[in-house]
């Protein structure tokens, strides 16, 4: 059976995924989708008592979206030779991921030296909550728990209303990418070295990362972030207003949309309006500015400002619920989505890479996989005979 190949792009390495739930499946559907070999290795059913969290719903929505592409093959590492035949895998793989907490692969002797002994040419990817040491290292992470410790939800919500989660997974979207990101360039500086290396990322420092100019803001200028809902926390006017018929989001930051936007409504007097002269008076007189803007705004409907806006150069956009994501025009010509129909008779349908190679692009050509459906196929890749196969079943290693 031909290994699936969704693109030419990095068709030549194999990736071993032991991971499970968000951030470590994230990161390897990127490998994945732009060709790599992804074996993801998986507890038998009934092995890990937290299955049902990321491996039991495999013809649901989500599992489909961040397992297509990659097949699967089950080992229990808690049995005798489990341990030797993933050694065998490593040695001819380039990349291991892994999300276990940090001193489960060292107990398991997986740790990076001892997969380097085998394999000097692999690349170990972890993914943790807190990192690889470290005070806290061996606590769980949790994408919540995270995005509370990496100051995500004292910034998210309205004023006063206290800390709000984000409505996505931030936390460990951005760990997954960010792993990925290391491993692509440990693949590159391979090139050079001949050797591979450990790339580790944890949730925690990859929140504190998106916070990106929020955390600037503090740590240079001592410039506490704080909630402020809907408007942006260093440009004005920029925000949500409401128009006739619903609300719009606004984005007249810098002077150049600043001056536009006064022409467009006929108010160049708050050109030379002594509080709005500049962007942080302007931010800081918004209690003032916002009302003025909403008299206007409010006898108009939605597609009326958003496209008087943007026709004249200030940007605009409506606000969607998650269905009229996918009837938006430009949604629809980016090609955002691609559907399958599985071999359970469900049309599934997933998000393509948001990264365009223009020659060799990421593609999904095929549905998350069943649970162990490649066991077999992956085992005589490796050289095991038949023999050896069935035995594996007879003593559950497999």
Known sequence: MPKIQASSALARFRVLDLSRVRAGPNCVRMLTDFGADVVRIEPPPGIDPNEAMFAANRKGGDFQNINRNKRSMTLNLKKPGARDLLMRLVKDADVLVENWRPDVKTNLGLDYESLAAVNPRIILASISGFGQDGPLAGRPGFDQIVQGMGGLMSVTGLPGQGPVRAGLAVADMSAGLYAALGILTALLEREVSGVGQWVHASLLHSQIAMMDFQVARYLN?????????????????????????????????????????CKLLYRPEWL??????TEPLRVKHRERLTPLLADIFKTQSVQHWVKLLNDAGVPAGPVYTVPQVFEDEQVKHLAVTTSLVTDFGKEMHYINQPVVLQRTPATVVAQAPGWGQHTDEVLAEAGYSEADIAQFHSDGVV
Not at 232 to 246: Q, Y
Not at 272 to 277: A, I, V
């Open 221 to 261: 200028d001592n410039d506490l972030p704080v909630q402020v809902g809907n408007d942006h926390p260093t440009s004005s006017p920029m925000g949500l207003f409401e128009a006739a018929d619903g609300v719009f989001n606004l984005g007249a930051s810098g002077e150049g949309n600043w001056v536009r936007l």
């Open 272 to 277: 030379q309006d002594e509080e709005f002269k």
